[in-house]
């Protein structure tokens, strides 16, 4: 009998399978429901672990979300081992009838009815992003900054989509409002929302939800003025994205906030929004796996109350990461739900 089997491959543009095959279907971002399938899945695995879930079922909810293609086909089982060269090419998981999810060689990587996945399954990752993290090791290495070599690569230039350029300034038009606001809290010297607005009217069109509700707040708390505050560091990253600094500093100071403000005002808004364009995907991508993985070393310093590594600022790396995880549809979460998770 053949089996019938649903990859779940997150490479963008996977090969053709040139194995014995049935073909049944393939479905893609542009398939109704396709979206909502991907999550109900992720869903119903973190609720099958009860509040207990796996290092390896986490991975594979990462995977699953990061999917870009399902292709289910029909194999016989002489068949079955001709799969995994194919998975491996289309970064592809396997869910078979059995209800078991299998790396690309058939190895398990989750059995509802066992407690442990096989010991040599792997979850699959495309080279690109896999030299991306020894890259980053080594240049971490290098500044005596351990992390575990656990910490997976981060999504690969055929897996990712990014946001365009002119979202990218409009995003940042609604960052710079928000921290001039803050900026002028904390100096005991408010500037006025009708002054912002007059000066920036378009970054007022861009604002999250919970930017709209501070700049609305007159008095807002201390951490929300914080919070807004920082996010110097965002705006400096997305700058540095859109090729407008040259380098994105080690994180071991604040951004040049005289710096930022001025690159924000030295082009008229609407120019800004016309002529923008990113930086190589491949350069983005490299600065989301060091900071990943600086973001680690950070909160793992602050757990164990101690000095973090190499000077590392902690805040600066968070918003980096928020950042870089909005610029590369982290979750395809919009600016205010973005997660920052550091495994």
């Keep these: 009998m053949p089996i019938e089997i649903f990859a779940y491959c997150t490479h963008r543009d996977p090969p053709e399978p040139e194995f014995p095959h049935e073909p049944v279907f393939v479905r893609n971002e542009s398939t109704p429901g396709f979206v909502e399938h991907l999550m109900k899945l992720v869903q119903d695995l973190f609720e099958s672990g009860q509040g207990q879930i796996s290092q390896t079922l986490y991975a594979v909810c990462r995977h699953l979300q990061r999917t870009n293609m399902l292709v289910a086909f029909k194999v016989d089982g002489e068949h079955v081992e001709a799969i995994a060269p194919w998975a491996w090419q289309s970064n592809a998981i396997l869910f078979l009838p059995d209800r078991t999810i299998r790396d690309p060689n058939g190895a398990v990587l989750h ?21 991306r993290k020894a890259q980053s090791e080594i240049e971490l290495r290098n500044r005596l900054i351990d ?7 981060v999504i690969s230039e055929w897996e990712v989509t990014l946001r365009s350029a002119d979202e990218v300034v409009w995003r940042m038009l609604a960052l710079f409002v928000v921290a001039v ?11 006025p929302i009708a002054a912002l607005r007059e000066k920036s009217p378009l970054a007022f069109q861009a604002l999250s939800p919970w930017e709209t509700a501070f ?9 929300d003025v914080s919070a807004a505050g920082w996010r110097y560091e965002a705006l400096a990253t997305l700058q540095w994205a859109l090729g407008m600094s040259p380098t994105l500093p080690f994180p071991d100071a604040i951004c040049d906030v005289p710096e930022v403000a001025r690159q924000m005002i030295a082009m008229p808004a609407r120019q800004m929004i016309e002529s923008a364009t990113l930086r190589p995907t491949g350069e983005i991508l490299d600065a989301l796996d060091l900071n990943f993985r600086l973001l680690w070393a950070a909160r793992d310093a602050a757990t164990r109350q101690t000095e973090p590594p190499a000077g590392i600022e902690g805040g600066v790396i968070a918003e980096r990461q928020h950042a870089l995880n909005w610029l590369t549809f982290f979750e395809n979460a919009e600016w205010d739900e973005v997660d920052i998770p550091s495994s």
Excluded: H, M, V
């Design 147 to 153: 992390t575990p070599e656990a910490l997976p690569p």
């Design 111 to 131: 059995d509802p009815t066992a407690e442990q996945p096989d010991p040599n399954a792997q979850l699959p990752f495309l080279p690109d992003a896999r030299q």
């Design 215 to 223: 700049l609305e707040n007159a008095s807002p708390s201390e951490s």
């Design 181 to 191: 606001r803050a900026e002028s809290l904390s100096s005991g010297k408010p500037i």
